[in-house]
């Protein structure tokens, strides 16, 4: 096992790897707050951090150190690097608004204003309610224009024009989305939203949707992921409630398991059989049944499409919030 594990905490980027099994606190992110962490999927060694306070900060090294990559002073909340081109990363800030660089960084464009979009009116988060922030982006694994962009909370926008024009929420899509995975198939793009209204299924893009939930027991979801080599096989995380998916020590957070069209079912090996831990990060890993998990824990690993876990990397301290998880290979 030679992958390496980034987590980014409220305080800082942690960083796991096989030797030792021990965490390293990064350099280069002193008070910036990350709030995000998406590996690059063209470059070995390379990922991007949000902060809140500092901007997007790159890393090389895999996560030893950190380096200032521009939009400096704009409270970002989350990042994503294009699948299908090189240098191409998107961003999205508080109050709500996506930015574009195609140099990998270098310089950064505002797309076209969300606050255009009919149902902005309504955005707010709850916490916060006199602001917004585009809290997910998820790009089309191999058209670059298509994006689709969660605005926590109110609206899953999105534009098929690299964010020229943007398209409102659809009656039925969901409302309150956290993550979300976008599948290209020959019948068309399945968008899957993990929401705190609740599961949802596009199988046109985001035109409609259906919320299966046959074998859900909680309607709070916090993060979702396919399987690299089965993509009908859908994990979802979720909590009874905000407070009890995120903050550590007042958690139920648990994980479920969904195989084409069928029932949910929870996972419980690996995980405590009553619920006590922060709703986990899902992301996928290289190979087919492949998924790592992050809770207060640490990290875990599956390898047989998400139906048992083993912890692999432990916490030291424990941190209180997760905000991103990112695999390096």
Known sequence: MNEIALVATGETVVRFDAEGGRTRPAS??????????????????RAWCCTRHGGVFRTDDTGRSWVPSGLEGVALMSLVFSPSRPDLIWAGSEPSAVWRSDDGGRTWDATSRLEALPSSSGWAFPPRPETHHVRWIGCHPSDERKLWVAIEA???????????TWRDRVPGGPYDTHELVVTATEEGDVVRSAAGDGYHESRDGGDSWVSPREGLEITYLRSVATDPGDPRTVLVSGATGPRSAYVRGRSDGRVYRREGRGAWVRVEEGWPSEPSTIAPLLVPGRHGGEFYAADERGVHRSSDGGRT???????????????????LF
């Open 28 to 45: 280069g992110l002193d008070e910036q707050h990350p709030t995000g962490i998406a590996a690059d999927p063209h470059t070995p060694g």
């Open 154 to 164: 109110g609206a899953l926008v999105r534009s098929d024009d690299g964010g020229v």
């Open 309 to 327: 876990w083993k912890q692999v990397w432990s916490f030291s301290p424990i941190p209180t919030h997760l905000r991103g998880l990112a695999i």
